[in-house]
C-alpha cells in the first residue's frame, strides 16, 4: 500500500478544525466538515472516514477539494441562487435617505404609505427595508421634547457642552 501524502494546515488553521470539531454549540454539518479534514490531516483513508465520520466517499472528497480551494471558508456552505431581487441596492438606499429626511407638505413624519407612495415600492416592501436598516421614521422620540423656540438648538449645544466639558468647580442643582 502505498504511503499517504498528509495533508499542509497551518498550525492557526488546526486550531480551529479541531475548536469546531469539538464545539457542542457549531452546526453539525460544519462539524462534520472539520472532523473529515482532520482526518485527513491524520493520514486516514476513505474508508477509515467513512467510518468515523459517517459519511459517504462522496462527500468526503467534496469537503476535501473545498478545502483544498478555499481552505477554513470553504468548509461553509457556497451562496445558493435563489431569486434575484427585485430592487438594487440603490433603491433600498433611496428608501432609506427618504425615511432619514424630514417630509414636506406639513407632516412631521413619514409614514411607511407615504414613502411606498412616494418611491414606488409596495409598503410591506417599505417596511422590510426600514426594518432591516432599524429605521422607525413614524416613532420619533426626543430626548427633551420638541420645542417651538427657534434658538433651541444653540441653547441645547450649550446645555449639552457644560455636561461634556463642566468648568472647574461646577455645581449642577437639580
Not at 477509515?48 to 471558508?73: A, H
Not at 422590510?128 to 421634547?145: F, N, R, S, T, V
Request: hydrophobic share 35%; charged share 30%; aromatic share 8%.
Amino acid at each position: 500500500m502505498a504511503k499517504r501524502k498528509p495533508l499542509d494546515i497551518k498550525p492557526e488553521e488546526l486550531t480551529e478544525l479541531q475548536f469546531i470539531a469539538r464545539s457542542g454549540k457549531a452546526e453539525k454539518r460544519l462539524v462534520e466538515r472539520a472532523q473529515i479534514i482532520l482526518c485527513w490531516r491524520e493520514g486516514k483513508s476513505f474508508i477509515e472516514t467513512q467510518q468515523e465520520v459517517g459519511v459517504s466517499e462522496v462527500i468526503i472528497n467534496k469537503w476535501r477539494q473545498r478545502f483544498l480551494k478555499y481552505r477554513i471558508d470553504g468548509l461553509n456552505d457556497a451562496p445558493r441562487s435563489g431569486k434575484p431581487p427585485v430592487y438594487s441596492a440603490a433603491k433600498k438606499a433611496s428608501v432609506i435617505a427618504l425615511a432619514t429626511k424630514k417630509p414636506g407638505k406639513g407632516y412631521t413624519s413619514w409614514s411607511q404609505r407615504r414613502i411606498a407612495e412616494q418611491v414606488g415600492m409596495s409598503q410591506s416592501k417599505i417596511q422590510q427595508i426600514l426594518k432591516q436598516a432599524d429605521l422607525k421614521p413614524h416613532k420619533i422620540e426626543y430626548w427633551c421634547g420638541k420645542s417651538t423656540d427657534v434658538e433651541f438648538e444653540s441653547k441645547m449645544i450649550n446645555i449639552v457642552g457644560l455636561y461634556m466639558d463642566p468648568p472647574e468647580n461646577a455645581l449642577v442643582y437639580v
